[in-house]
């Protein structure tokens, strides 16, 4: 049985912009967060979570890839702190780290549609 819950959807209002000038550690942590964006199935993973809660099977049915990918996407998007686990029984359930990340991947995908259906983009 899949589980995707709905509970804690994310808000997606932007940030105002940064008030500091990105420093190394900044840069090297935003590249690092494109980084584990610049795969289209994590990025699907992402996409998913960043509107709600899902367990590994759920995931995989949604972005159609075998389980093991998934499972392994995952991982890797544990380990750079950009998803959270919780367990619900037996499940592993993960959610987005947080509404920063879940903007980001919104706007990209919107900003991906602009190009794909050739539409202007937004001042």
């Given at each position: 049985?899949?589980?995707?819950?709905?509970?804690?959807?994310?808000?997606?209002?932007?940030?105002?912009t940064h008030p500091v000038d990105p420093d190394q550690a900044?840069?090297?942590a935003a590249t690092a967060t494109f980084r584990m964006l610049s795969?289209?199935?994590?990025?699907?993973?992402?996409?998913?979570?960043?509107?709600?809660?899902?367990?590994?099977?759920?995931?995989?049915?949604?972005c159609g890839a075998s389980r093991t990918a998934v499972s392994q996407h995952l991982a890797k998007?544990?380990?750079?702190?950009?998803?959270?686990?919780?367990r619900d029984g037996?499940?592993?359930?993960?959610?987005?780290?947080?509404?920063?990340?879940?903007?980001l991947v919104r706007e990209g995908l919107n900003h991906a549609d602009h190009i794909v259906t050739g539409e202007p983009g937004h001042e």
């Open positions: 049985m899949t589980h995707v819950s709905k509970a804690k959807p994310l808000p997606s209002t932007p940030s105002l900044r840069l090297d795969d289209p199935t994590r990025l699907h993973i992402l996409w998913i979570l960043a509107d709600a809660e899902a367990d590994v099977t759920a995931l995989t049915e949604a998007l544990r380990f750079t702190g950009l998803v959270d686990t919780r037996r499940r592993i359930i993960y959610r987005i780290r947080d509404g920063h990340l879940a903007s």
